[in-house]
Each structure stands twice: as C-alpha cells, then as structure tokens.
C-alpha cells in the first residue's frame, strides 16, 4: 500500500515504529511549516499516513453512524415542514461520510476494508452516538449541541494540513451550520413552549451532557495521538482547548433559556477558564470501545445495510450484467 515509500520497520522494546529518511522528514515538516498542504501523491511520512487514515476513517464513519440517532425520528418528527428539514438533514449527514470515505481512501485504503472495520468493530467512531435519542427534544439536542461541537472540531481542523480532508472539511462546515440553525431553533421551540415540552429539553440536556463532554476526547493529559497531529498540523487544537470553546460559545446560550446545565461546577473562573466536574472517563472508555448503550444496535443496523445494498454496489460496478433484485 505503501509503495514508494521507503519504510523500516524497527521493534523497539516492543513497540513498532517506521524511521523515515530523515532528509525527506525534513523537507515534509518545511512545507507544514510554511502552511502548505500535503496532497495525495506527495511524500508523506508512514505515520503522517496512518494517523490520517484512522482519523478520517472514523470520522467518517461518525457520519454514517451518526444519521441512525435521528433517523430514528424522522417518522415522527411533529409536523411536515420537521419531517422534511430532518430527512434532508439525515441525508447531509450521510453525504459527508462519503466525502470522508473519498478523503480517506486517496490516503490507501479502500472504502471496502473501511466499511469491514467498522462493521466488525475494529474502527471506531464517535461516542455520541452509542446514545439513544429518547425524544424529540434528544434530536432537537443532538442537532445543535453536537452539531456544535463538531463545527468547533471541523472550521479549526479545516485550517490543517492535509488538502483533501481540509477541502471535505470546509464543503461540511456549510451544511453543519444550517443543522445547528435548525436544532437551535427546534431547542428554542421546547425551551419556550409549554411546561411539558420545556421538562423534555432539559431532560434531553440532561442526558446528553456527558457524551457532549467526551465527545472531545479525552483530556490533553491522556490523549493518545495530539502531540504527534499538532505537530503535523493535521489537528488545529487540543481536545481540552475545543473543549474550552465549546463551553465559551454555548453555555452562555443554554443559559439565555434558562436550561439548567447538570454540573453544579460549571464556571468561567478569573482566568477566562471554563471549570467543571470531570465526565465519568470510564463510561467514555467503555462506550468508545463498544460497550455503550447503543453499540450493538448500531453496528446491526450498518450490517443489514451493508448486506442488502450489496447487489446496488454490484450493479453500479458492472452495469452490463443483470441482477435480480433479492426480495425483502
Ligand atoms: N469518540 C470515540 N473515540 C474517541 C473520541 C470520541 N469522542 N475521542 C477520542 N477517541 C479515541 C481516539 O480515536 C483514540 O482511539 P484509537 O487510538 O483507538 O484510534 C483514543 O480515543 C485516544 O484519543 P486521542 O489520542 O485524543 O485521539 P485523537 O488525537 O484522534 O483525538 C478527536 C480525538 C475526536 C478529537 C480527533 O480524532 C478528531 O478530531 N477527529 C475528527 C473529527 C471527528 O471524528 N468528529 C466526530 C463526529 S462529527
């Protein structure tokens, strides 16, 4: 896969590392330097490779299984008019997972083994969605809240250093900020609305405080892969600093509806910083590993998909040939 690239492979203590010509490293962190973008067919470190692989991979996968959530509501959105905005927006997310699939595979990995690890289990993707969307007014939080946090993630990740995730980054960025528009005002119709409907929101929020917490991944001191992304420029900030500016831009407007917030110990300090209680780290770990409420049910759903949109594939990459539709 990775050809004309010149790697060795070394086993230091145990752990497996490629040592790359250092003159090419070199010439690669100059041009990372000076803010250029890294483009498919350049010389690019081993590790510069992996790394984006799995990240846009899981990215990727994110998306696809990111729909499921509120897809579940799209029979019963209230209304026509929410039906029809959720439908289109179910369908962007959808959209993007192929932008990244595409993003992912110029990299070398074929969309096939990607969708094979994430079926299997082997890929991950991003803990948020391992919840179930209870009510309503969970898709109306997901649809602002988490599409909050990953316009935070995607416009600072835009600005890296790899030219197609960057480009795919960009195209999201406009539709995920039509979604937020969307989840915030469906949140506002709740939050505004009757007794009832303001007790399902602050329920929701409830709920989904703590993966909206992880969903930034763990913080800096435990973060596995940042100091070799920010180096590389392919991640724009830490975890806690998105973090951060998540808490700086929304709790304010979660407030402005007189939502409760469930951390008692939520607040800016003197220094411009947001402090609050630690989410439960071990529920993130056991939800990102595959032991959240939701897993089994999401990866079921993507496998029957997978299977029964097998002779769609087929037919579109052998047009000539005659396939009989299976029946259901
Ligand atoms: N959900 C699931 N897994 C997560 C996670 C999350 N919210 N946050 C971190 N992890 C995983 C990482 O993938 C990594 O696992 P791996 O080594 O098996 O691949 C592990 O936890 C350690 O975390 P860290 O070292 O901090 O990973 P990272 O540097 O890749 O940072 C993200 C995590 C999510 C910030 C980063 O991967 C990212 O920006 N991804 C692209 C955006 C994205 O996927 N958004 C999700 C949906 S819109």
Known sequence: MYGSLSIVEYDNHGKKYHEEDPKKLAEFEARIERGEKIEPMDWMPYEYRRQLIRMI????????IGALPEGTWITRAPGFKRKLALLAKVQDEVGHAQLLYSAAE?????????????????????????YPAVTWADSAIIAWLIDAGAIIN????????YGPYCRALERICYEESFHLKYGYDNVVHLATGTPTQRQMVQEALNRWWTPIMHFFGPPDKASVHSEILMKW???MASNDAMRQEFLNMYVPKIW????VIPDPNLKKNSNGVWEYTEPDWDEFMRVINGDGPCNKERLAVRRVAEEKGRWVRKALLSPTEKYVTPLA
């Not at 991979?57 to 998306?63: C, L």
């Not at 402005?256 to 939502?259: A, G, N, T, V």
């Open 57 to 64: 991979e899981q990215h990727a996968h994110s998306e696809i």
């Open 106 to 130: 110029t990299l070398g990995k074929s969309r096939e083994e990607m969708i094979n690890d994430l079926i299997s289990g082997k890929s991950k993707y991003s803990n948020v969605f391992n």
């Open 154 to 161: 995607q416009v600072t990740n835009a600005k890296g250093s």
């Open 233 to 235: 420029q392919v991640k």
């Open 256 to 259: 402005e509806l007189e939502l």
